[in-house]
């Protein structure tokens, strides 16, 4: 690919900042999509660019098509069409059990995780593939282990919407294969990041640790070396896959 730009969903902090910050090292042009926290996506953005790199954040909640619509039309006129989308934003709720959930979690919870993705995949196809005109490209789907261990008795909604996630990445790998797109997706385990303070359980890393095999959790910027390996020449012929980066869990 003659032009690198991706845009990575939800990168003002943890998986999405560390990705963002390790493809500008390798020569992309970066959009950092953030949702609220503009602070700390300038901050990534003043990170790329004191490396002499380029980024440039856009504020868009991805749950929202037209607020989509408007991040992409913002990237084709400022950096041109992406080459690259990493589908990270994602969020968590409080632990809890089915038999406990609203109908409004559950929404929230699929809107987040799964419809914003497929949206979000539909504009970077119109971008990339040669059916429409484009050069080609790759995507990447932020997933979860929870996919394959159900997260039973904290957040079974979180796992169900991950394994859609799955579902989905391999349903567009193949329909998108022949038109220079690979689709690709990454499972993270138990990673450090803040999201697990955001669902109420901040030391929920190093409480399940021992469950792993590795006897640690993962870092941020081990799942961005993942992902910007899918997203790059290096995986050529690499599409359809779930990348387990879990620590053997």
Known sequence: MDNKIA????????????????AAQQGWAVVVNYHSNQTAADTVVQQIRAAGGTALAVQADVADEAQVLALFATIDAQLGRITALVNNAGVVDVPARVDEMSVERL????????????????EAVRRMSTKHGGQGGTIVNVSSAASRLGSAHQYVDYAAAKGAIDTFTIGLAREVAAEGIRVNAVRPGLIETDIHASGGLPDRVRDLSHLVPMQRGGTAEEVAQAIVWLMSDASPYTTMSLLEVSGGR
């Not at 929404?107 to 979000?120: A, G, K, L, Q, T």
């Open 7 to 22: 845009l990575i969903t939800g990168a003002s902090r943890g998986i999405g900042a560390a990705t963002a910050l390790l």
């Open 107 to 122: 929404r929230r919870m699929f809107d987040v995780n799964v419809i914003s993705s497929i949206v979000c995949a539909r």
